[in-house]
């Protein structure tokens, strides 16, 4: 069955950096477009970033444009969020996605805590 792993989080003041990653198997990783989501306590899971199948096209809710780049690698099966500059308000749990694949499921999520 698929599965997502996501890791990378952690505690990062403002201004810094963090690299997630969202390990899948399970499925034919190479023929999906994959996304990322967060959800914020007491908030709605939000769409954060896009890539397409090949990885050719991308898009970035208005929030994090600029400063979040997703990225995959189809020969590791890993899809990928590098976020910069962080603020305070990118604090969530972020989790990878397979798109057009019902019953996919979610993984774990990984926490980003941006604080001084």
């Known amino acids: 069955q698929v599965q997502l792993v996501e890791s990378g989080g952690g505690l990062v003041q403002p201004g810094g950096s963090l690299r997630l990653s969202c390990a899948a198997s399970?499925?034919?990783?190479?023929?999906?477009?994959m996304s990322w989501y967060r959800q914020a306590p007491g908030k709605e899971r939000e769409l954060v970033a896009t890539i397409s199948s090949a990885g050719r096209s991308t898009n970035y809710v208005d929030s994090v444009k600029g400063r979040f780049t997703i990225s995959r690698d189809n020969a590791k099966n890993t899809v990928y969020l590098q976020m910069n500059s962080l603020k305070p308000e990118d604090t969530a749990v972020y989790y990878c996605n397979v798109v057009g694949r019902p019953g996919s499921g979610w993984g774990q999520g990984t926490q980003v805590t941006v604080s001084s």
């Open positions: 399970g499925f034919t990783f190479s023929g999906y477009t």
